[in-house]
């Protein structure tokens, strides 16, 4: 039961587009949305985050979009950079269930010089 | 120079062999987990603690074992009885006191090979 679902799988960009990479979510109770950054061989790190009661966050090159209703998020990355090469995992979780992270499958961007 | 860190980096199993995985945390964290990542999936939850000498299951948590025994502290084991254990380890933590963030932070990993 795939409670998150994460998409596209991977994703090619030149450097200075924008990537764009979507989340969906089944259970209403989450009531944390964040997105992890995770290069090779290495555990993933916090990138940015939202809570339900906004519609969308910025920090720098990175936007998170949220859709109640739609029970959809979303990560934009502009201006990407060579450096921004790496995979992403969108998550969520609820207090009522411990915070406990449910992630999505992981989306693999290359941004080409 | 606080921070997770997980130790090996690099693991190799015999079949049949219990093995431990290290998880130390020095940032006071009240909450720890260990995830479990295969290529080029998503990370898969194996046990959590919330506290001391308390812990839970998570979604995969058969032919594993955990104990927290300290605060800082959080070793997973895995048994003989994991029937595919070769994946990426994952060890995080995080402050769950009322008014803190729900963010979990995560340490370097351990790779987990079975010969």
């Known amino acids: 039961q795939q409670q998150v679902k994460q998409s596209p799988q991977s994703l090619i960009v030149q450097k200075g587009g924008i990537s764009i990479i979507n989340c969906a979510y089944e259970n209403t109770a989450f009531d944390y949305f964040p997105w992890y950054q995770q290069f090779p061989g290495k555990g993933p790190a916090l990138l940015i985050a939202i809570r339900p009661d906004v519609s969308e966050k910025k920090e720098g090159r990175f936007t998170i979009s949220f859709n109640k209703s739609a029970k959809q998020f979303s990560l934009h990355i502009m201006d990407s950079q060579p450096g921004d090469s790496a995979t992403y995992f969108c998550?969520?979780?609820?207090?009522?269930?411990?915070?406990?992270?449910?992630f999505g499958g992981g989306t693999r961007v290359l941004v080409k010089p | 120079d606080g921070g997770i860190t997980q130790s090996p980096k690099y693991l190799f199993r015999k079949e049949g062999q219990n093995v431990t995985l290290s998880c130390e945390q020095n940032?006071?964290?009240?909450?720890m987990y260990w995830y479990r990542q295969d290529p080029g999936q998503g990370l898969r939850l194996i046990y959590y603690s919330q506290i001391v000498n308390d812990f839970q299951k998570g979604d995969i948590a058969e032919g594993y074992s955990v104990s927290r025994e300290k605060k800082e502290s959080f070793p997973l084991t895995v048994t003989s009885a994991q029937k595919n254990p070769t994946a990426f380890y994952l060890c995080a933590s995080s402050n769950r006191l009322a008014g803190k963030s729900d963010t979990q932070y995560f340490g370097p990993g351990t790779r987990l090979t079975v010969l």
């Open positions: 940032l006071n964290h009240d909450a």
């Open positions: 998550a969520a979780s609820s207090k009522a269930a411990g915070n406990k992270l449910t």
